[in-house]
């Protein structure tokens, strides 16, 4: 179950928390993954991964908000089978401590940068007749965050894309879904935590462990495993949905 042999997969941030757990669960599964990072040297650390495990990978070192960028990438890549938007970026802040220039990267990456990669992810999904879209997104676009008020714009917009690109290309055989993680343990949390919190570490990631009501972080792999359903044969009559990968923090915490 779950095989993705014979098909090739483009993973965007694929160089470091979820994405880079999501390019390497699916090479292990067979895919030939097509990793789109703005960091090389992210990008070679798990291409080296994937490779020292037999798996296929390519690097492709791009910025995802530039459209012309992003066509010239997809069309050399060619034909695919899924394509899984992880690249993302973060903010800190409400309403008045967002100043144009952080609410415009943050649009600009988790926004823009999604329109972009489904724009050129379709006419190479409709050369193998059809595939699997998952957009990562957040609880933030279900319940909203303190002191993230880009970011849960942004990700709002995600899941009312995945929607529309559901109903849009349906009869084309292309699915679209979306993940919306609660807090996952990646080294962007310890960064946070380490700049935000110094001498606090341990108190505080035991503080953010516990906003999820199962008690713990969920790990990039939990995630993995969850895309890697969706991007499979197994689960070909799903589309149009969200999935909240969160410990009970949206139904239990409200």
């Known amino acids: 179950m779950f095989s993705l042999k014979n098909k090739k997969a483009v993973v965007t941030g694929g160089g470091s928390g979820i994405g880079k757990a999501i390019a390497i669960m699916f090479a292990k599964q067979g895919a030939d993954v097509h990793v789109l990072e703005i960091n090389k040297d992210s990008a070679s650390g798990v291409i080296n991964e994937i490779k020292s495990s037999n798996g296929n990978a390519v690097a492709h070192i791009c910025n995802i908000a530039d459209q012309k960028e992003i066509l010239a990438v997809f069309e050399k890549i060619g034909a695919i089978n899924m394509l899984v938007n992880c690249a993302g970026v973060a903010h800190v802040g409400k309403v008045e401590t967002t100043s144009e220039e952080d609410f415009d990267r943050v649009i600009n990456v988790n926004v823009k940068g999604v329109y972009n990669c489904i724009y050129a992810a379709i006419p190479q999904l409709r050369k193998s007749g059809g595939g699997s879209v998952i957009n990562i997104a957040s609880v933030a676009a279900l319940v909203g965050l303190p002191d993230r008020f880009a970011y849960s714009a942004a990700k709002g917009a995600v899941i009312s894309m995945t929607?529309?690109?559901?109903?849009?290309?349906?009869?084309?055989?292309?699915?679209?879904?979306?993940?919306?993680?609660?807090?996952?343990?990646?080294?962007?949390?310890?960064?946070?935590?380490?700049?935000?919190?110094?001498?606090?570490?341990?108190?505080?990631?035991?503080?953010?462990?516990?906003?999820?009501?199962?008690?713990?972080?969920?790990?990039?792999?939990?995630?993995?495993?969850?895309?890697?359903?969706?991007?499979?044969?197994?689960?070909?009559?799903?589309?149009?949905?969200?999935?909240?990968?969160?410990?009970?923090?949206v139904k239990l915490n409200n």
């Open 163 to 249: 929607m529309s690109v559901a109903k849009d290309y349906i009869y084309e055989n292309i699915r679209c879904n979306s993940i919306s993680p609660a807090r996952i343990h990646t080294p962007f949390v310890d960064g946070f935590i380490a700049k935000n919190y110094p001498g606090k570490e341990k108190e505080m990631f035991e503080k953010l462990s516990k906003t999820q009501p199962i008690g713990r972080m969920g790990t990039p792999e939990e995630v993995a495993s969850l895309a890697l359903y969706l991007c499979s044969d197994e689960a070909s009559f799903i589309t149009g949905c969200d999935y909240p990968i969160d410990g009970g923090f």
